[in-house]
C-alpha cells in the first residue's frame, strides 16, 4: 500500500514568492491534515479536511495561506507571498477517519520550505 | 497555550540501556495517547499508543507506562539501539468530533554504539 505522497521534497524561494505544495493521501483515507514543522519543535496543525470539507483551519494564517481539497483526495496548500518566517517542514497526514485510533496520523516525508 | 510538555529534550544513552522519555497533559478530556517516531528528513510515523483505561502497553523492546492521576505518561525503551536514534514526540488527542492531534515538542534521542 503506498504512503502519502508529498511533493516537492524540498522548495528555495525568495520572499515575497508564491509557493505551492501537493499531497495524495493513502487511498481511502477520509481525513487530511496539514501540519507546520519548525526545526527542533513538533507538528502543528494549519488545517484538517474531512474529505471536501475543511473541519478545522483555525490555525492557518488566512491572509497569505490557503489550501483546498477538491474531489475529496488530493489537496494543495498554498503560500502567497510567503515571508522569511515561512521557513519550515509542511507535513501532509491521513487518517481513515472516525474511530477508536483517532490519533494514528499517517504522514508524508513533508516538503522542507526555505524563503530567502 | 502548550498542552502536552515533554521532557527532556534531548537524551543519550548507551547501547543496551533503557530510554525514557516523559510526558504531562493538562486536558483531561484527552482519551488516546500516541508516541511517534521521526528520522531526519521524514514524517513521523506512530510507534505505540495508548488509552488511560489501562496503566501500560508494551509492544516488543516499547512500554508506555501511563498515570491518570497524575496526568502523565512515559516511554521506555529497553535495551536501546543505535538504530532507535530518532525523535521522538508524545501526542494527546480527544477522539470523537475534535480529532486533533495535540504533539509535545520532542526528544532527540541519540543512541551510542
Known amino acids: 500500500e503506498a504512503g502519502v505522497v508529498q511533493s516537492p521534497r524540498y522548495k528555495i524561494i525568495e520572499k515575497k514568492q508564491p509557493v505551492a505544495f501537493w499531497c495524495n493521501p493513502i487511498s481511502g483515507h477520509n481525513t487530511l491534515y496539514w501540519y507546520l514543522q519548525n526545526l527542533g519543535q513538533g507538528p502543528e496543525l494549519l488545517i484538517r479536511y474531512e474529505n471536501e470539507e475543511a473541519v478545522d483551519d483555525s490555525q492557518l494564517p488566512k491572509d497569505r495561506f490557503s489550501a483546498e481539497r477538491l474531489k475529496g483526495v488530493d489537496s494543495t496548500l498554498k503560500i502567497q507571498p510567503a515571508e522569511l518566517g515561512d521557513s519550515a517542514v509542511y507535513l501532509c497526514?491521513?487518517?481513515?477517519?472516525?474511530?477508536?485510533?483517532?490519533?494514528?496520523?499517517?504522514f508524508g516525508e513533508g516538503s522542507r520550505l526555505t524563503v530567502l | 497555550q502548550q498542552q502536552v510538555k515533554q521532557s527532556p529534550q534531548s537524551l543519550i544513552v548507551q547501547k543496551g540501556g533503557i530510554s525514557i522519555i516523559n510526558c504531562a497533559y493538562e486536558n483531561t478530556a484527552f482519551d488516546y495517547f500516541p508516541w511517534y517516531q521521526q528520522f531526519p528528513g521524514k514524517g513521523p510515523a506512530l510507534l505505540i499508543a495508548i488509552r488511560p483505561d489501562v496503566s501500560e502497553k508494551k509492544e516488543g523492546r516499547f512500554t508506555i507506562s501511563f498515570n491518570k492521576s497524575a496526568k502523565q505518561f512515559s516511554l521506555h525503551i529497553m535495551d536501546s539501539q543505535p538504530g532507535d536514534s530518532a525523535t521522538y514526540f508524545c501526542a494527546a488527542v480527544r477522539s470523537g468530533s475534535a480529532r486533533q492531534l495535540t504533539f509535545g515538542s520532542g526528544t532527540q534521542l541519540t543512541v551510542l554504539p
Open positions: 497526514a491521513s487518517s481513515p477517519g472516525a474511530g477508536k485510533k483517532a490519533g494514528e496520523l499517517f
